[in-house]
């Protein structure tokens, strides 16, 4: 972990990169910058949330655990966005586990110190008002996709999801990870990542998919896509 004292400090979080200057150098001192690992857990579900997170390149999964033992992600946030918005809202644990599926760096901030900053009804509030609002659309529109596009179409948005907050057409996703998002079982995401494979959409190895034609991944995709990312353009445009 290093922490940074400079105001060049560079902000490829979106969220923290739209704050006006003075909140931005109010929280400033109490950024650290850290290297998040894969598979990191940030928090267990029901645990106290010690810091708040904003990726910069890194991916955060937010999945729930059933008594089954099966685990599926409600939710990702990467650099448009905040990990541990529960604190916000005055709780300081939630029914979710936080896990790094792609590593990289993020900032942290005291979740303390968050919850006071907030509480100033500042521009940081604000923002993070609006992103609660663009993350339930993302929410709710999974939770549709999920139960009425084909797994091949899912499949595509996600990709493109994930491409949009890593900025990178390599992303390092397991078979087990792509089902959690999907909501699927293995098999599925085998036919529907082979499908994309031999439209020359993706190349598909263990552990990587490379988007190679993001644009045809874009006419693959359902319309969920294009809905969510007009709707955080507009919630979060400076």
Known sequence: MSVYHSPDLQIENQLLAALPTEDYQRLFP?????????????WHAEESIEYVYFPNRALISLITIMESGEVVEVGIVGR????????????DTNTL???????????????????????????????????????????????ACNRLHTIEARLARWLLVV???????????????LSHM???????????????SKAGIIRYSRGKITILDREALESTSCECYQTVKKEFARLLKN
């Open 30 to 42: 109490y950024m650290e910058t850290v290297s998040l690992s894969r598979s990191q857990v940030l």
């Open 80 to 91: 448009e966005g905040m990990a541990g918005l529960t604190v916000c809202w005055g709780g």
């Open 97 to 143: 586990q936080a896990i790094v599926q792609i590593p990289g760096s993020a900032i942290r901030i005291g979740a303390n110190l968050m919850k006071t900053e907030f509480d100033r009804g500042s521009a940081l509030q604000r923002l993070l008002l609006r992103y609660t609002q663009a993350l339930f659309t993302h929410t709710a529109h999974t939770a």
């Open 163 to 177: 491409q949009d907050r890593v900025q990178s057409n390599e992303l390092p996703l397991t078979q087990e990870f």
């Open 182 to 196: 999907l909501g699927t079982r293995r098999s599925g995401v085998t036919e529907a990542a082979g499908s994309l």
